[in-house]
């Protein structure tokens, strides 16, 4: 028997970005050296009384300690944002080294009276080899994508979209870098805050900024960005080279839409207030494909 190691740091106020992965990198390389004897010792350092490592484990857990333990790490950074540098850094070792390295990032929303805590990864999780165990999420189908456009009050993101084929996202890097794990055949599950599933589409392109998009009118291609606003400052936005205020776009080609008031939603149907992410959830899958008219997918 296996167990391996999950580690986790924040990215406190006084250190820059660099300094936690910087950090993390370091509690990585300690943990990777301690064997079951350290981990002994550091237990009895810190715990009174005569009840040793095994025992304790074997109370919490309901089962032994295992024979081989630390037999990988999981390096998590936890935070509200990174700097871009950092962001290469983490994907540089993560994909490049497979250092099982990644970056989630939380932030908290308060919605018509209830509270929500939404996640983000830096990395899809999927991607990054760490130790084996820990709970079970539904498997996801490698195809479908649950995207946000917006709510019901503020409809210009998804007039975007169902008129020129684009997904969109902006105000800050955390609504639009979930936008990146989006590849061409994936499928999308467009949905609206307030108001439910508005369309299905197929993504054709990858993520790229608003200011480089061009979308076909009358039969010709012209800049997004020449045509006409949204809303008011979404422009200005959208040709703005800081990250944290640009408009990012990905390309779909939709398989049905509808309108706001004629939305799919439903008791039990999947919803989050992350900008885009996997969809597991075989019911909404079979519910807002049957509502569009289209075959779900699911064996």
Known sequence: MRMGASMSSKLKRDRTPRDAVAQTLDYGSWVRGLGIEDLEQIFFDHHDGGTGLGEAFAEQFASPLPDVVNAGQQLTII??????????????????????????????FSDQGRDYLARTWLIDPDRIEGPVGGPKTPRWNGRDFYAVLGRAGETHRWEL??????????????????????????????????????????????????????????GHLQPLLDQPEPRAGWWEDAASQDPEATEMVVPVKWLGTRSLEDAVWGKGLFASQLSACKLRDENTIRTVASAFGLDSGID
């Not at 944002?81 to 390295?101: H, K, M, Q, W």
């Not at 609504?175 to 108001?195: D, Q, S, T």
């Open 79 to 108: 935070a509200s944002e990174l700097d871009p540098t950092s962001d290469r850094i983490v994907e540089f070792l993560a994909e490049s080294y497979g250092v099982p390295i990644n970056a989630v990032f939380f932030r908290y």
């Open 161 to 218: 979209a169902s008129k020129y084929g684009l997904l969109n996202a902006g105000g800050g890097s955390w609504y639009w870098k979930p936008l990146r794990n989006l590849r061409r055949g994936h499928r999308v599950f467009a949905y609206v805050g307030g108001a439910g599933y508005v369309g299905i589409g197929l993504v054709t392109g990858k993520m790229i900024p608003a200011r480089e998009a061009t979308v076909e009118v009358n």
